[in-house]
């Protein structure tokens, strides 16, 4: 049985696990963007779940933003949670709780988990994305995390998009897919509709009402997507496109545009195109089974 966490800038989630997926309730803290109220949160929710846990825990799986060491587990100076830097979390959870640490970057450990439990099952190559406070990506070659020269894997969403009226990416720079697709990007749509929202969540009574901003705002998101995609299906042509975080259950207001823009701009390379999209069907889950997986491989190997 294992533990497996995914700490986020405002909360912390978790679950147990065992070595074929099945797992207990998913449990969800809020955390104060403190060093001190993160070790906190820490330490309760993996209380928790070690007492609700059926089994005896062997391993402790933490997904989060980095960048990290992933070796030492020690954050290293993380864009969205400077509180963070230099965290050994690794120690803390060993010095706490006696168990191991494994730790991933959160998108990456999504990516496993949609082709090893989610949307993906049983693919074994893919791209992932995950679509939320910011965007990230995992990309999965031959069944594994592709980490690439520094272990980090690629970084998908700092890939140039064109220039617009948004606001700086959080690496620096102007005109990021992030700052096309993350969620401030999504709530900007949707003020442009006079749908002043703060979460993207709120939109849905506006689509059971068929309101028309909210439904053209999700087709230019879709849009933008496709456009992010055609870049993608240019470099890697995975057949498996995953999609996971929080938008990602508004994926069926925008995929059907993503396609449409995919295959018009590879309209003449119908072999770049994907097989299938698909909005993953628990994204809360996606980057715990990842974990969980992770974990399994990892104690396989010892
Ligand atoms: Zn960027």
């Not at 993160?38 to 929710?45: C, G, I, P, Y």
Request: glycine share 12%; charged share 20%; with cysteine.
């Amino acid at each position: 049985m294992y533990i497996c966490l995914d700490l986020g800038g405002t909360h912390l989630r978790g679950a147990w696990l065992d070595e074929q997926g099945r797992h207990g309730r998913v449990l969800v803290l809020s955390r104060k963007k403190t060093l001190e109220g993160t070790k906190e949160v820490l330490s309760e929710l993996i209380i928790k779940l070690k007492k609700s846990c059926p089994g005896q825990v062997k391993k402790i799986g933490l997904a989060t933003a980095g960048p990290f060491d992933r070796q030492k587990k020690v954050y290293l100076s993380p864009t969205n949670m400077p509180e963070l830097s230099g965290f050994k979390v690794g120690s803390f959870i060993q010095e706490q709780f006696a168990l191991d640490l494994i730790l991933e970057n959160d998108a990456q450990a999504a990516a496993l988990g949609e082709v090893w439990q989610g949307g993906l099952k049983g693919e074994n190559q893919a791209i992932v994305l995950t679509l939320g406070t910011g965007v990230g990506s995992g990309v999965i070659f031959d069944g594994r995390i592709w980490r690439a020269a520094h272990d980090t894997g690629p970084e998908l969403g700092h890939i140039y998009l064109g220039e617009g009226p948004i606001e700086r990416c959080g690496c620096g720079q102007f005109g990021c897919a992030e700052t096309w697709l993350n969620k401030k990007a999504l709530l900007d749509l949707f003020a442009r509709h006079d749908l002043v929202l703060n979460d993207p969540k709120e939109i849905w009574p506006y689509i059971r009402n068929e309101h028309t901003g909210a439904i053209k705002a999700l087709q230019e998101y879709g849009h933008r997507l496709g456009l992010f995609l055609t870049q993608l299906m240019v470099i890697f042509n995975i057949k498996a496109i995953g999609i996971s975080g929080g938008i990602s259950s508004l994926g069926s207001y925008f995929l059907s545009e993503t396609w449409t823009m995919l295959k018009l701009r590879l309209q003449k390379r119908p072999w770049l195109w994907p097989e299938k999209i698909v909005a993953s069907v628990a994204p809360q889950m996606s980057a715990l089974w990842g974990m969980a997986r992770l974990i399994a491989l990892a104690m396989r190997a010892d």
